[in-house]
């Protein structure tokens, strides 16, 4: 059972710990609810508990936006995605220190992995700050911040034991980075055939993209292993049309008569095809 916190206590120690100022690279400390660094650069917590390091606007389609964040919550509340939750919390759950979730969107997967990590602290990055919003209460463990994952991460060297990608742009530079020696990367990727009852509604999965995958990562990591999360269930309307507009087609509602035949969407059995890879830090 997940412990949520009250989404106004400060970030956790260790979080603050491994943190970096996003201006000048000085490790920060936490005075109230405000980051600083020796240089005097500072960042307020928001009211929800989250801390945003960013310095720009991001650009357009790149955040997930509050119609989204609000359609992926309510989807993974539902339990549709347990089976991959709990493959992901069983290959992290060895983690001691500080995980990382890269692209954490509402804290959903790492909360689970510190329900089974009594000992560790979590890290949620993504560039949306609505969903970290949802992060900042979704364990009283986790810290949230929000940074935009293919920039070089205010994280320091070094600092966590696991670093989670689930769904997410894949930065291998800065995994490596602030992955401790022998760290765990866990990665899940869609297969062929995930979502595939649902058709055009969602953006199919790219060919190849277990080849790119070994391209993006190898050389920094290997590969220990990797389980087939493959799953059917009866989804309801409801469930079809939170899958939808949470990805990457939440973007795209307006084309291809996306958003009429959604609302007109019936329930239907939907398989869930995921791949879970646990890969070792090189070097």
């Known amino acids: 059972m997940t412990s949520a916190g009250t989404g106004n206590d400060p970030l956790p120690r260790r979080v603050v710990d491994a943190l970096r100022c996003s201006v000048c690279g000085s490790p920060v400390e936490l005075s109230g609810r405000t980051l600083r660094c020796a240089n005097r650069h500072s960042f307020d917590l928001a009211r929800q508990g989250y801390v945003n390091l960013l310095h720009a606007r991001v650009s357009a389609g790149t955040a997930d936006t509050a119609p989204m964040v609000a359609a992926r919550s309510a989807f993974l509340e539902s339990g549709a995605y347990q089976p991959l939750a709990d493959e992901v919390a069983r290959a992290?759950?060895?983690?001691?220190?500080?995980?990382?979730?890269?692209?954490?969107?509402?804290?959903?997967?790492?909360?689970?992995?510190?329900?089974?990590?009594?000992?560790?602290?979590g890290l949620a990055l993504d560039v949306s700050a609505v969903a970290l919003r949802r992060a900042a209460r979704a364990h009283a463990r986790l810290g949230a911040v929000v940074w935009n994952l293919w920039e070089p991460w205010p994280v320091a060297?070094?600092?966590?034991?696991?670093?989670?990608?689930?769904?997410?742009?894949?930065?291998?530079?800065?995994?490596?980075?602030?992955?401790?020696?022998?760290?765990?990367?866990?990665?899940?990727?869609?297969?062929?055939?995930?979502?595939?009852?649902?058709?055009?509604?969602?953006?199919?999965?790219?060919?190849?993209?277990?080849?790119?995958?070994?391209?993006?990562?190898?050389?920094?990591?290997?590969?220990?292993?990797?389980?087939?999360?493959?799953?059917?269930?009866?989804?309801?309307?409801?469930?079809?049309?939170?899958?939808?507009?949470?990805?990457?087609?939440?973007?795209?509602?307006?084309?291809?008569?996306?958003?009429?035949?959604?609302?007109?969407?019936?329930?239907?059995?939907?398989?869930?095809?995921?791949?879970?890879?646990?890969?070792?830090?090189?070097?």
């Open 92 to 121: 992290a759950s060895g983690a001691t220190g500080l995980v990382i979730d890269a692209g954490a969107g509402p804290g959903y997967y790492l909360a689970r992995v510190l329900d089974v990590c009594p000992s560790a602290a």
């Open 157 to 283: 060297d070094g600092v966590a034991s696991v670093v989670l990608d689930v769904f997410s742009p894949r930065n291998a530079a800065e995994f490596h980075r602030v992955l401790a020696p022998g760290g765990a990367l866990v990665v899940a990727a869609p297969l062929p055939g995930h979502l595939a009852e649902l058709g055009d509604l969602v953006l199919s999965v790219a060919d190849r993209k277990e080849e790119r995958l070994e391209t993006t990562l190898g050389g920094r990591f290997a590969r220990l292993s990797r389980t087939d999360v493959v799953h059917t269930a009866p989804f309801t309307a409801r469930q079809v049309h939170d899958v939808v507009a949470m990805g990457p087609a939440g973007f795209h509602l307006d084309r291809e008569d996306r958003r009429s035949r959604l609302e007109t969407a019936e329930g239907r059995d939907v398989t869930l095809a995921v791949g879970v890879s646990v890969w070792q830090k090189l070097g």
